[in-house]
């Protein structure tokens, strides 16, 4: 197995390219679409760093794999599929998140929430292939309803679940977050095996931290987890909570959502051949 991995600075996010050397199968994880909010203009330099080194490697792309329906940054997942072929999955609770904002956005009538936009809905402990490579797939909510972990050959690509040690968790006030069961879930992945090495979907520079990282361990993670080591279930849910309350939304949240929740498809054109993200407003 080969990992590649490929940091967007813009979103703070690394996606990943994971190759069944044998076969050269591959798989990609959590893909950015790139947008300027300020023109409104979407591009895909960073999905495009992604498209480059498969065909330059010359491997066959099976899949490409959600961990969430992120709020931070918008998924490419489609232009990839278009490009490259391949079969895009997430976890089987995405249809809870489009239930949730699909009125929010008062999407078209059409719009689905039983996640048929996505070809593969992952079940808690299902399993699936990439050439050779045996996945296993953890539903991890807490973040999210649909949160989801992949795990293969010693490695777990664990999404918003965590963060490096010494940034800690994911937060938990998003629509269906719930910090006790992140806390749950967040055992799922820390009863892996100690050597079991943890891919980030995201990485944050801390004052003691001026290079951006992607790989830790359980072990890592078990005795140096600034929200975690030391700490148990109630006093994690506690500061988890207070810290939740003092957080801004994601800048990206409510572009990223409308898209992400499509599987990466834009919302469809209007009468005008348009299409548009819409941003709800509250005037109190």
């Not at 296993?136 to 010693?154: D, K, M, N």
Request: negative net charge.
């Amino acid at each position: 197995m080969n990992i590649q991995s490929f940091f967007d600075k813009d979103t703070f996010t690394f996606s990943y390219v994971v190759t069944d050397t044998e076969t050269r199968a591959c798989a990609v994880i959590d893909p950015v679409l790139d947008i300027d909010m300020a023109s409104g203009k979407v591009s895909t330099t960073s999905a495009d760093a992604l498209i480059d080194y498969i065909r330059a490697e010359k491997l066959s792309l099976e899949w490409i794999l959600e961990t969430h329906v992120h709020a931070d940054h918008l998924t490419a997942s489609q232009y990839l599929k278009r490009e490259l072929g391949g079969q895009v999955g997430i976890g089987s609770k995405v249809g809870v998140v489009q239930e949730t904002f699909g009125p929010m956005f008062n999407v078209e009538p059409e719009f689905a929430t039983d996640g048929s936009q996505f070809d593969r809905l992952f079940d808690n402990n299902d399993s699936f292939k990439v050439g050779s490579l045996e996945f296993q797939v953890l539903h991890t909510p807490g973040h999210t309803p649909a949160c989801a972990v992949y795990v293969t050959e010693g490695a777990a690509f664990v999404g918003d679940t965590l963060f490096m040690p010494d940034y800690g968790t994911a937060r938990t006030d998003f629509p269906g977050g719930d910090a006790a069961t992140l806390y749950d879930s967040i055992q799922k992945i820390l009863s892996l095996p100690a050597e079991t090495v943890l891919y980030m979907c995201h990485d944050y520079l801390t004052e003691a931290r001026t290079e951006y990282v992607c790989e830790t361990t359980v072990a890592e993670e078990l005795n140096s987890n600034i929200h975690l080591a030391g700490h148990s279930k109630a006093e994690f849910v506690k500061a988890r909570e207070a810290r939740d309350a003092k957080l801004a939304a994601p800048r990206l949240l409510l572009p990223s959502i409308q898209v992400n929740m499509r599987a990466g498809a834009l919302p469809p054109a209007e009468d005008n051949e348009m299409r548009y993200l819409k941003i709800p407003l509250r005037t109190a």
